[in-house]
């Protein structure tokens, strides 16, 4: 069998490669220098315990970790932002993909993390990389999640 890297990556693969590099250092030395974990749906938990009142979101787990966990994603973001300004805007690749697909893909997304206790990053390069038994499960899940779904979703679509 021979793959074609071009019909998987059109855009090239080395932007892929540098950024999965970039983020498995980050993740890494985040864990080395203070022993976190960064993974960003607690990231999204830990703000609304800023606003809400509800018990899930006032455990000290994420009422003591949403200072350290909001410096962090505004880092990602800063972090993206120079990305962009140093290397320029990537090619744009157009596809119409319906609103409601994107908010129904959006909460599976959202419920998942929840519901494995965490998302793909904190799963899939700081769990994995830890060697956690229940982030390999998580990861696992996460993937063949994603590959039903991706299939589903080119019969039902058309895409």
Partial sequence: MNLDLTSLFPLGWGHYLAGGLVMGLGMALLFVATGLVGGMSTVFSSTWSFFSRKPFFRQEALVGSRRWRLVYAAGLIL?????????????????????????????????????????????????????????????????????????????????
């Avoid at 320029?88 to 993390?113: H, K, N, T, W």
């Fill in 79 to 159: 972090g993206a932002a120079a990305w962009w300004i140093w290397l320029g805007p990537a090619e744009r690749v157009s596809v119409d993909i319906p609103l409601l697909q994107l908010f129904i893909g959006g909460l599976v997304a959202g419920y998942g993390a929840r519901l494995a206790n965490g998302c793909t990053a904190g799963h899939g390069i700081c769990g994995l990389a830890s060697l956690q038994a229940p982030s390999l499960v998580a990861v696992l899940t996460f993937m063949a999640t994603a590959f039903l779904t991706a299939n589903l979703t080119a019969r039902l679509f058309g895409a």
